[in-house]
């Protein structure tokens, strides 16, 4: 899946996640789609790296650096310098996820 067929799924209908897509890529899925509790479920759910680093992002959205900060660290990754929005650190967890 490209980033774009992402983005595409994403607007699309139902609200699934598109068959195929998993762990971390399904939790910024929902995400996008404004549903949080689920997006944290599947980033929870998803033991890698890249689980920590969306369950990372999700509590630096939700403005819980604290916790933020100790996902980011089990990610392996430094939690984004001021000035880097949500929108842009999704786009690159998302591209990372679905290019991989």
């Given at each position: 899946m490209t980033f774009?067929?992402?983005n595409q799924s994403i607007a699309g209908d139902p609200a699934q996640p598109?068959?195929?897509l998993r762990g971390a890529a399904v939790a910024l899925w929902h995400d996008a789609r404004?549903?949080?509790d689920a997006?944290?479920?599947a980033a929870q759910a998803d033991k890698s790296k890249a689980g920590s680093w969306v369950h990372a992002y999700l509590h630096r959205k939700e403005g819980d650096a604290a916790n933020a900060g100790?996902?980011?660290a089990l990610a392996g990754r430094r939690m984004?310098?001021?000035g880097v929005t949500l929108a842009a650190e999704w786009e690159q967890i998302?591209?990372?996820l679905v290019s991989a």
């Open positions: 774009a067929e992402f598109p068959a195929g404004g549903d949080w997006a944290h479920d100790y996902w980011y984004p310098a001021d998302a591209r990372a």
